[in-house]
């Protein structure tokens, strides 16, 4: 089993950044895959960000890359998000998830992935 568990969630201003956390615990060498996800109320989750343990490769969607970031630090079991130029449209709460599949190609489905936190909420105010 693997534990998640994010922070860094806040309510910022137009135009701000928040830099989200993600460490996980338990059997973390399982670990193929993780990604970043949001909902938003009345919203279907949506795909953030991945990166893949084995190529070190980060996917985004198209329409956050460049203002987002995914990150890890493998020595601390730990999954970053930087967001920048953050705006209302980016209010939700955000999940991390991770999985023991590798992928390639893009942000997996969020059936894809096996271990989820509970999710850090994030509010953005013009």
């Known amino acids: 089993q693997v534990q998640l568990l994010e922070s860094g969630g806040d309510s910022v201003q137009t135009g701000g950044s928040l830099r989200l956390s993600c460490a996980a615990s338990g059997r973390t060498y399982d670990i193929m895959g993780a990604a970043w996800f949001r909902q938003a109320p009345g919203k279907e989750r949506e795909g953030v960000a991945a990166i893949s343990m084995r190529s070190s490769g980060t996917y985004y969607a198209p329409s956050l890359k460049g203002r987002f970031a995914i990150s890890q630090d493998k020595a601390k079991n730990t999954l970053y998000l930087q967001m920048n130029n953050l705006r209302p449209e980016d209010s939700a709460m955000y999940y991390c998830?991770?999985?023991?599949?590798?992928?390639?190609?893009?942000?997996?489905?969020?059936?894809?992935?096996?271990?989820w936190g509970q999710g850090t909420q994030v509010t953005v105010s013009s």
């Open positions: 998830a991770a999985g023991t599949s590798w992928f390639s190609g893009g942000i997996p489905a969020s059936r894809f992935f096996e271990y």
